[in-house]
């Protein structure tokens, strides 16, 4: 059973509305929000990673997965694999760092002695408290809507080159890969506007992909309208290579929605209101799938979407 | 820093009161009860035990801390290595089963894909629903109580000894050791009876010491009152060294806790209408820790009280 028949079959179990089918970012049980989402070295961290940067990236993808769904923090419980000394007081410092920063109680979870030369793993379970209007889901994007993002796009993926050594490194896109900021305050604020909203984890084009599968139709995006940041222009011409790289890498952490036209004046407004950038990127037609553009050239779909893990 | 001072660390952050000084088997979180616990092969399941068993498993430990707490099931949060696709799929035939005879939703979740070689590490968030008068603590055993526990205790432990071949075997110990049953109907039955409860996952002396710790009390065991199943004086003696090693194996998931006497037949009918067994086993005092008798002869404390993990 491959993990693609596995997740199917996961499915098929989860047939109670909470689960969402498995297919959204978070459940929905009650007013509370649920997510958990698990990092492992190696594949979703780098082995030398600091301690404190691991912490900070495991509650901030799961406090990503809540900003989707417009929820307010509550809580973790932590799953946690026990390392050396030094890297266990490391991660505890950042753990804390990271919890006090999103305003978490910590309410439990596990620790675990692993075989040495155990690759690292850790979970992180999130409860959030949902919106009064519900927690819009994935599947609610409706031909005509416009699609936005948040931030900028890509400056994760140039920093994960840039930690590897493959590129001139430049504090912004170091920092989005090593300390992402998921917009839990924006993801609340512009709930009563969407129609469909989830965060960018795997890369814009791949989870615009899922946008349109869950919704039923099509998404147009025009990659000139990806919004980059000065830091990755700074070492990056801006060519369509450019920005599909962008477009397909992981670790955003921005938020990804779908709203009717009609809305863009009040979305415009939280989001300057919160001194953070949005910005039109498509919109939703009639059909399935993906449709890419560049300065309105067709463009063919790369192999990959996003980072598949 | 040590495991230990990891953990003191954890619990200096979680000072909310819903977090319950991380000291308890679950966080109570308004009406809702949650736990995450981990189990890792070659620390809590054997490489060969077959899927469905660990499936089993990794639910059944978590429904032993929401039992423990007088909770409903509601549904779980799975954290998935991935493996092999047979394993995959054995997995996946296990977790419905469990989730199937426990009445739990499968609300969410998240899949890995580790290095080979990787020992499998599985991660489980369950949330259940509080009893109506509040899930009971570890900490409230009070001097002059009784203190009980439901079923046998050492079945599991020896079901290891069978399974790693180091003793014959017989299929009650083995199925204790393979798929523990979590008491969730007494659990809930019960609450209203007593002052403290937890399950016996560890050993029942190291549990019990942990909730004589927690209440501020001394627990007194009478090791020749602690049950013993059939099964296992069938291929172990009912001497001292027997009754100890019992005491101190892990995988029990049975439950023990403290009641005033006066509710003693209270607890013994709830008992007798789910047919099940529930044995006093000692009494709470003035003072701390545990104290051992056996046929009215204090015995030393073994080195080791529990599985420490």
């Known amino acids: 059973m ?3 028949d596995f997740i199917a079959r996961l499915r098929a179990i989860a047939t109670d509305p909470a689960a969402r089918g498995l297919a959204d970012d978070a459940a929905v049980l009650g007013d509370l929000v649920l997510t958990h989402d698990m990092i492992v070295e190696g594949i979703h961290f780098l082995p030398d990673d600091t301690p404190q940067d691991v912490a900070w990236k495991l509650v901030a993808v799961n406090m990503s997965d809540l900003a989707a769904k417009g929820a307010a923090p509550v809580g973790v419980l932590v799953g ?12 505890a410092d950042g753990l804390e760092l ?8 910590l309410l439990g979870g596990d620790t675990v ?6 690759p690292r793993s850790f979970g992180l379970t999130a409860i959030g408290r949902a919106p009064a209007g519900g927690a819009p889901s994935r599947s609610g994007a409706k031909p005509g809507d416009q699609i936005w993002v948040t931030g900028s796009i890509g400056n994760a993926g140039l920093g994960l080159a840039m930690r590897l050594g493959q590129v001139d490194a430049n504090e912004t896109c170091l920092s989005a890969y090593r300390r992402p900021q998921p917009q839990l305050t924006f993801g609340q604020a512009v709930v009563p506007h969407v129609h469909a909203m989830m965060d960018v984890s795997d890369g814009l084009l ?3 992909q899922r946008m349109a599968e869950a919704s039923g139709c099509e998404i147009a995006i025009m990659l000139e309208a990806v919004p980059l940041s000065a830091a990755l222009l700074a070492v990056r011409p801006d060519v369509l290579d450019t920005r599909l790289a962008a477009a397909t890498a992981g670790d955003d952490y921005q938020l ?10 009040a979305i415009r407004e939280i989001a300057a209101g919160l001194n953070i950038a949005v910005t039109p ?3 939703a037609g009639v059909g399935s799938g993906i449709l890419l553009t560049h300065r309105a050239r067709r463009v063919a779909l790369p192999a990959h979407l996003g980072f598949m893990h």
């Not at 946690?80 to 991660?91: C, K, R, T, V």
């Not at 002695?113 to 155990?118: D, E, L, N, S």
């Open 2 to 4: 491959s993990e693609a």
């Open 80 to 91: 946690y694999s026990l390392g050396d000394d030094a890297w266990n007081a490391a991660f």
């Open 98 to 105: 990271a919890l006090r920063r999103f305003g978490l109680l």
């Open 113 to 118: 002695r692993v075989p040495a030369g155990t």
């Open 206 to 208: 791949i989870d615009a």
């Open 256 to 265: 990804l929605f779908a709203a009717d036209p009609g809305a863009a004046a």
């Open 281 to 283: 990127v498509g919109h």
